[in-house]
């Protein structure tokens, strides 16, 4: 088990873990935004840099994000050197600018003691911060719907030719995610909408809720040969159901579903 | 036929030369690309159709070949004569039949066609003897110009794939690595990394799938050297993937080259079908019981994609974006297989240093830097192309004696070397030598190897604004200080250049600049501040200049930038109106011109062509004012 040290802590750390984790388990906050422990690390904020040394190296340190730097025995972390909080300024600075109305960015700046941006104002204010969150959950889904387009200032997410997505399925994974709530969605009882592509609702058979889209059925129903009656059924009354079969097992009188 | 055994590849070596001497007298007609769009093609299929007309071929053994690029780029299309080494530039179609005729049948030099040294004014008739070329040690460039790129037998008889035979007649991995090692070979990309060094990682590296990888993706603005060489020495390349190849243990690799470099693509194309035929690619190389192929990925024009993760990302048919390097390719690199990549001038030396030895190679440069490197001699110089120089040659020794000094005899200002991650360096540090830590420690770096000369007229905060222009279109915007922060420095620069730049932007623009390279997921952001940077460090006061004075020194920013006819000695002879885009100059002839300054777009083409050196350029705040009080 990799030992190091993080701000002065000694911790014991997971092999094949990355560095953020070992600090949450020291109980060290990193700042994060694009970090989510469904998808795959992405170190794109570049929030949670940190200073990274060994005693060896005669003082000298890189640089890294822990979101993404695998643990090694014996390095000595700090997390709020000199230069890691100015990057982190920064970067929230920047940050800032883009997103001047976002409510998680300008908490996260005024936390690191910016008010206000000393670089210049998007005029057109976003809430989308690039995090790639949306895409990544999308792309673990297996279906990619969505993606990144254009390069640099220009970066945006969007479906392909941004016109309604054709892989999409409705799941409002990317929506979920989403820190900000840029990506908009309506649900319905019989429709749902998003990225601008409508979809039919389907009704669980017991409780009569419309709790997942046609097409996230067949999708799903088609990979794994699991059947689509499986999906219909909404996640309360499998809960339910569950519930129901341990509590019979354990000789328990059953109790009815709850309504939510 | 077939190549089977390193015996029957010295007898096709001996023949291919056979075929050449037997031939005897050469015409080299250039067809790099930039010769190419001089109108070269139909300069070398004139030579081809009248060499066959004239009966020449047979009775003097007379044959011209399409070649590489000389390097000498703005002098063509350029034409070599062998054996007597004669050069002709500028060479038109409608010249063919007399250098045929005069040249060629009767040994008379055509004075016109031979170049004229600019410092001197002396016409030089041979190759060997211009200064451009006299100075320089060509390695990775040794066949460029003299080789047909199309056609392996002539590359045999230049030397290619020797030192592919030297690996494989008994060379084990580690000795070839041991002979890299010597030669202090380092990657020629930019960051300097010992070849030998990255060699060994990946050959330790586990498992039995392994790539080599070539860096085809030059993308720094001003530079061409990787080009030239995968167009005009294809063969070279290729020998170094192989033996590289064979050091490392791979039997797979790409070369990954950008799609802006069509000719390139050809070249390469060609060059790997014969290699393939002739079997010096593909299973059982020369006999020996090694396999390793080849496949060309063709790039999207990213800039990005030269950063080896976007690289190998790009070529796994993904998005080409960087990502974290924690773990080195050589463990996870393309298909999260252990890969080594190479920048195409690396490759292009490996060859030569197996077929010479490493210590030949490590006769050149200083204690770090070994060999020779070659550079793209650009901007504001009297010869501008593509040189190559033994390590630790001064700044001095390339612009002054290989450049032909600076053009209109201007005064220097400043050299841009290592492309748009690179530095400018002033005239104090002219006297520099030429090598990795030198530049690096004086703020700037080696980069691809491009060197960007500008004169007096040039403005350092122009510069670095075409730069972070030019950085903020091709980041790839995943991480957000070079994203975001390439957009506000731009937005800071844009200010500057356009007189509304405010005490403080200069703090700004090096704090973010600091926290760009400290923050920055890849080298493209880490090294994007390098310009703003190394300007600053070199020419603070222009920047003040530009805040404070709302002027410009050196007269490019338009906006802050007038320009006025100095009465004397303007003789009145029309050559700035005929110039003027917006017909702001008037005067009757003879007689002193005036600018109008509401016409006027200080665009400086006046300046540039007064023969007087009459026309001077003042603030245009001082103008204004002198105006207002004119007007009071």
């Known amino acids: ?260 | 036929m077939r190549i089977e055994s390193l015996e029957q590849f010295g007898a096709a070596v001996a023949a291919a030369r056979e075929a050449r001497s037997a031939k005897g007298r050469e015409v080299w007609v250039c067809c790099g690309t930039g010769c190419l769009a001089n109108g070269s093609k139909a300069v070398a299929d004139a030579f081809g159709a009248q060499i066959v007309s004239g009966g020449l071929a047979t009775t003097l053994g007379l044959y011209h070949k399409s070649t590489g690029c000389h390097g000498f780029c703005e002098r063509g299309p350029l034409v070599v004569i062998q054996p007597e080494g004669l050069l002709y530039t500028k060479v038109g179609v409608g010249d063919v039949p007399e250098v045929l005729e005069k040249t060629v049948g009767k040994g008379e030099v055509i004075p016109r066609l031979l170049y004229k040294d600019p410092a001197t004014k002396q016409a030089i008739a041979k190759y060997d003897d211009i200064p451009f070329y006299k100075h320089q040690i060509r390695v990775s460039m040794r066949n460029i110009g003299r080789v047909d790129p199309a056609n392996l037998d002539d590359a045999l008889a230049h030397g290619a794939y020797a030192g592919l035979a030297r690996a494989l007649s008994g060379m084990t991995p580690d000795q070839v690595i041991a002979e890299i090692e010597a030669s202090g070979l380092r990657g020629r990309g930019g960051a300097g990394f010992a070849t030998a060094r990255k060699w060994k990682s990946c050959r330790k590296a586990g498992g039995d799938r392994k790539f080599v990888l070539c860096n085809g993706d030059e993308g720094d603005p001003g530079a061409f050297k990787d080009r030239s060489i995968m167009e005009g020495d294809p063969h070279s390349v290729l020998e170094g993937m192989i033996i590289g190849a064979y050091a490392i243990g791979a039997h797979e690799g790409y070369l990954y080259v950008r799609d802006e470099y069509p000719l390139a693509v050809v070249n390469l194309q060609k060059a790997l079908a014969d290699a393939r035929q002739r079997g010096l690619l593909g299973a059982n190389i020369l006999g020996s019981g090694f396999d390793f192929d080849l496949r060309i990925s063709r790039g999207g024009g990213a800039f990005v994609c030269g950063e080896s993760s976007a690289l190998m990302r790009s070529i796994e048919g993904r998005t080409g974006e960087p990502r974290a390097k924690y773990v080195h390719a050589s463990d996870k690199g393309l298909f999260d297989l252990p890969t080594n990549l190479n920048n195409v001038e690396t490759w292009a030396d490996v060859g030569a240093i197996i077929a010479n030895g490493g210590a030949w190679f490590a006769g050149w440069g200083t204690k770090k830097s070994k060999g020779t490197k070659a550079f793209s001699l650009v901007g504001k110089v009297k010869n501008t192309g593509l040189i190559e120089l033994p390590m630790g040659t001064t700044l001095r020794h390339i612009i002054y004696d290989i450049g032909g000094g600076i053009l209109k005899d201007r005064p220097f200002k400043a050299v841009q070397t290592g492309g748009p991650s690179g530095g400018c360096l002033p005239a104090d540090r002219l006297d520099l030598p030429v090598d990795y830590e030198i530049l690096a420690d004086n703020g700037s770096m080696m980069g691809s190897g491009g060197m960007i000369v500008m004169d007096d007229r040039t403005c350092m905060v122009d510069v670095a604004k075409y730069f972070l222009k030019f950085l903020s279109e091709e980041s790839c915007g995943k991480c957000v200080p070079c994203r975001e922060g390439l957009k506000q420095m731009l937005c800071i620069f844009e200010d500057l250049c356009t007189g509304r730049g405010k005490a403080g932007d200069i703090e700004r623009s090096e704090r973010l600049g600091r926290a760009m390279q400290l923050g920055s997921l890849c080298e493209l952001g880490k090294s994007a501040a390098n310009p703003v940077l190394s300007t600053l460090r070199y020419f603070r006061a222009e920047y003040e200049s530009h805040i404070d004075l709302k002027a410009c020194p050196a007269g490019m920013c338009r906006d802050l930038t007038a320009y006025e006819i100095v009465s004397e000695p303007c003789t009145g002879c029309h050559q700035c109106v005929k110039v003027c885009p917006t017909e702001a100059i008037s005067g009757k002839a003879r007689q002193k011109h005036v600018i109008d300054p509401a016409k006027c777009i200080s665009c400086g083409a006046c300046f540039d062509v007064c023969p007087e050196d009459c026309i001077r350029f003042i603030p245009k705040k001082e103008q204004e004012a002198a105006h207002a009080h004119a007007d009071d």
Not at chain 1, 114 to 139: H, K
Not at chain 1, 154 to 175: D, K, M, S
Not at chain 1, 190 to 195: F, H, P, T, V, Y
Not at chain 1, 238 to 252: D, F, I, V, W
Request: aromatic residues 6%.
């Open chain 1, 1 to 260: 088990m990799p030992t190091l040290t993080i701000d002065g802590r000694t911790v014991h750390a997971d092999h094949g873990t990355f560095l953020l984790a070992a600090c949450r388990k020291a109980g060290i906050e990193v700042p994060t935004l694009c970090e989510h422990p469904a998808v795959e690390p992405y170190g794109g904020c570049r929030l949670c840099v940190v200073d990274v040394t060994r005693p060896e190296w005669d003082g000298w340190s890189k640089m890294v994000v822990a979101c993404l730097f695998p643990v090694e025995d014996g390095i000595v972390v700090h997390t709020r050197s000199e230069r890691v909080m100015e990057t982190r300024k920064v970067v929230l600075d920047l940050l800032l600018a883009r997103c001047p109305e976002t409510p998680l960015i300008r908490d996260l700046a005024a936390a690191h003691g910016i008010v206000a941006t000393s670089f210049v104002t998007n005029p057109e204010p976003t809430d989308c911060i690039l995090c790639g969150l949306c895409t990544r959950v999308c792309d673990t889904m297996g279906m990619s719907a969505i993606s990144s387009v254009d390069r640099g200032a220009g970066r945006e997410i969007a479906p392909p030719f941004r016109a309604p997505p054709p892989a999409c399925v409705g799941c409002l994974a990317c929506a979920e995610i989403c820190p900000t709530g840029f990506i908009k969605f309506e649900t319905g009882t019989r429709k749902r909408r998003i990225w601008d592509k409508d979809f039919d609702m389907l009704r669980c058979p017991r409780c009569g809720r419309s709790h997942i889209t046609a097409a996230q059925a067949d999708f799903f129903a088609g990979r794994g040969g699991v059947p689509r009656s499986y999906f219909e059924i909404c996640d309360h009354c499998k809960r339910a159901e569950l519930a129901a079969t341990a509590m019979r097992l354990a000789g328990q009188p059953a109790t009815p579903a709850r309504q939510g």
